[in-house]
């Protein structure tokens, strides 16, 4: 396995965390049952709930901050503020939904999770 961050970073591409060459997901948000060009079993690492939990952690601390800033500035009307955060919000957890799960799977590979499947 190659450096943690490294590690994450692949997984974040979608790329097996350990060669960087085959495919992390063999759809949206299912994981590949072992890497085609490394053989690494990247179906035994699951990752649960954490991935939701990072986005939902990370989708929170932009769009909170933003809402209460233009509520204190400029106190739009409440339609303003769900035209603007309820799609913001959204996006943003599309969007990073399987980046996070990626980083999380390298991470998680990178501290041994899956060497022992069926014993999780
Ligand atoms: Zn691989």
């Known amino acids: 396995?190659?450096?943690?961050?490294?590690a994450m970073r692949r997984g974040a591409r979608g790329a097996c965390p350990s060669c960087g060459q085959g495919?992390?997901?063999s759809g949206w948000l299912r994981v590949s049952d072992t890497c085609s060009r490394c053989d690494a079993p990247?179906?035994?690492v699951r990752a649960d709930d954490a991935p939701p939990y990072f986005t939902?952690?990370?989708?929170?601390?932009?769009v909170i901050p933003g809402m209460l800033w233009l509520e204190k500035a400029y106190k739009p009307?409440?339609?303003?503020?769900?035209a603007i955060w309820v799609p913001l919000t959204l996006v943003l957890a599309i969007g990073l939904m399987r980046p996070v799960k990626g980083a999380t799977i390298g991470l998680m590979l990178k501290l041994g999770f899956?060497?022992?499947?069926?014993n999780a």
């Open 23 to 25: 495919r992390l997901f």
């Open 56 to 62: 939902i952690f990370a989708v929170g601390h932009v």
């Open 114 to 118: 899956g060497r022992d499947a069926g």
């Open 77 to 82: 009307e409440l339609w303003v503020h769900t």
């Open 42 to 44: 990247l179906g035994q």
């Open 1 to 6: 396995m190659p450096a943690m961050a490294t």
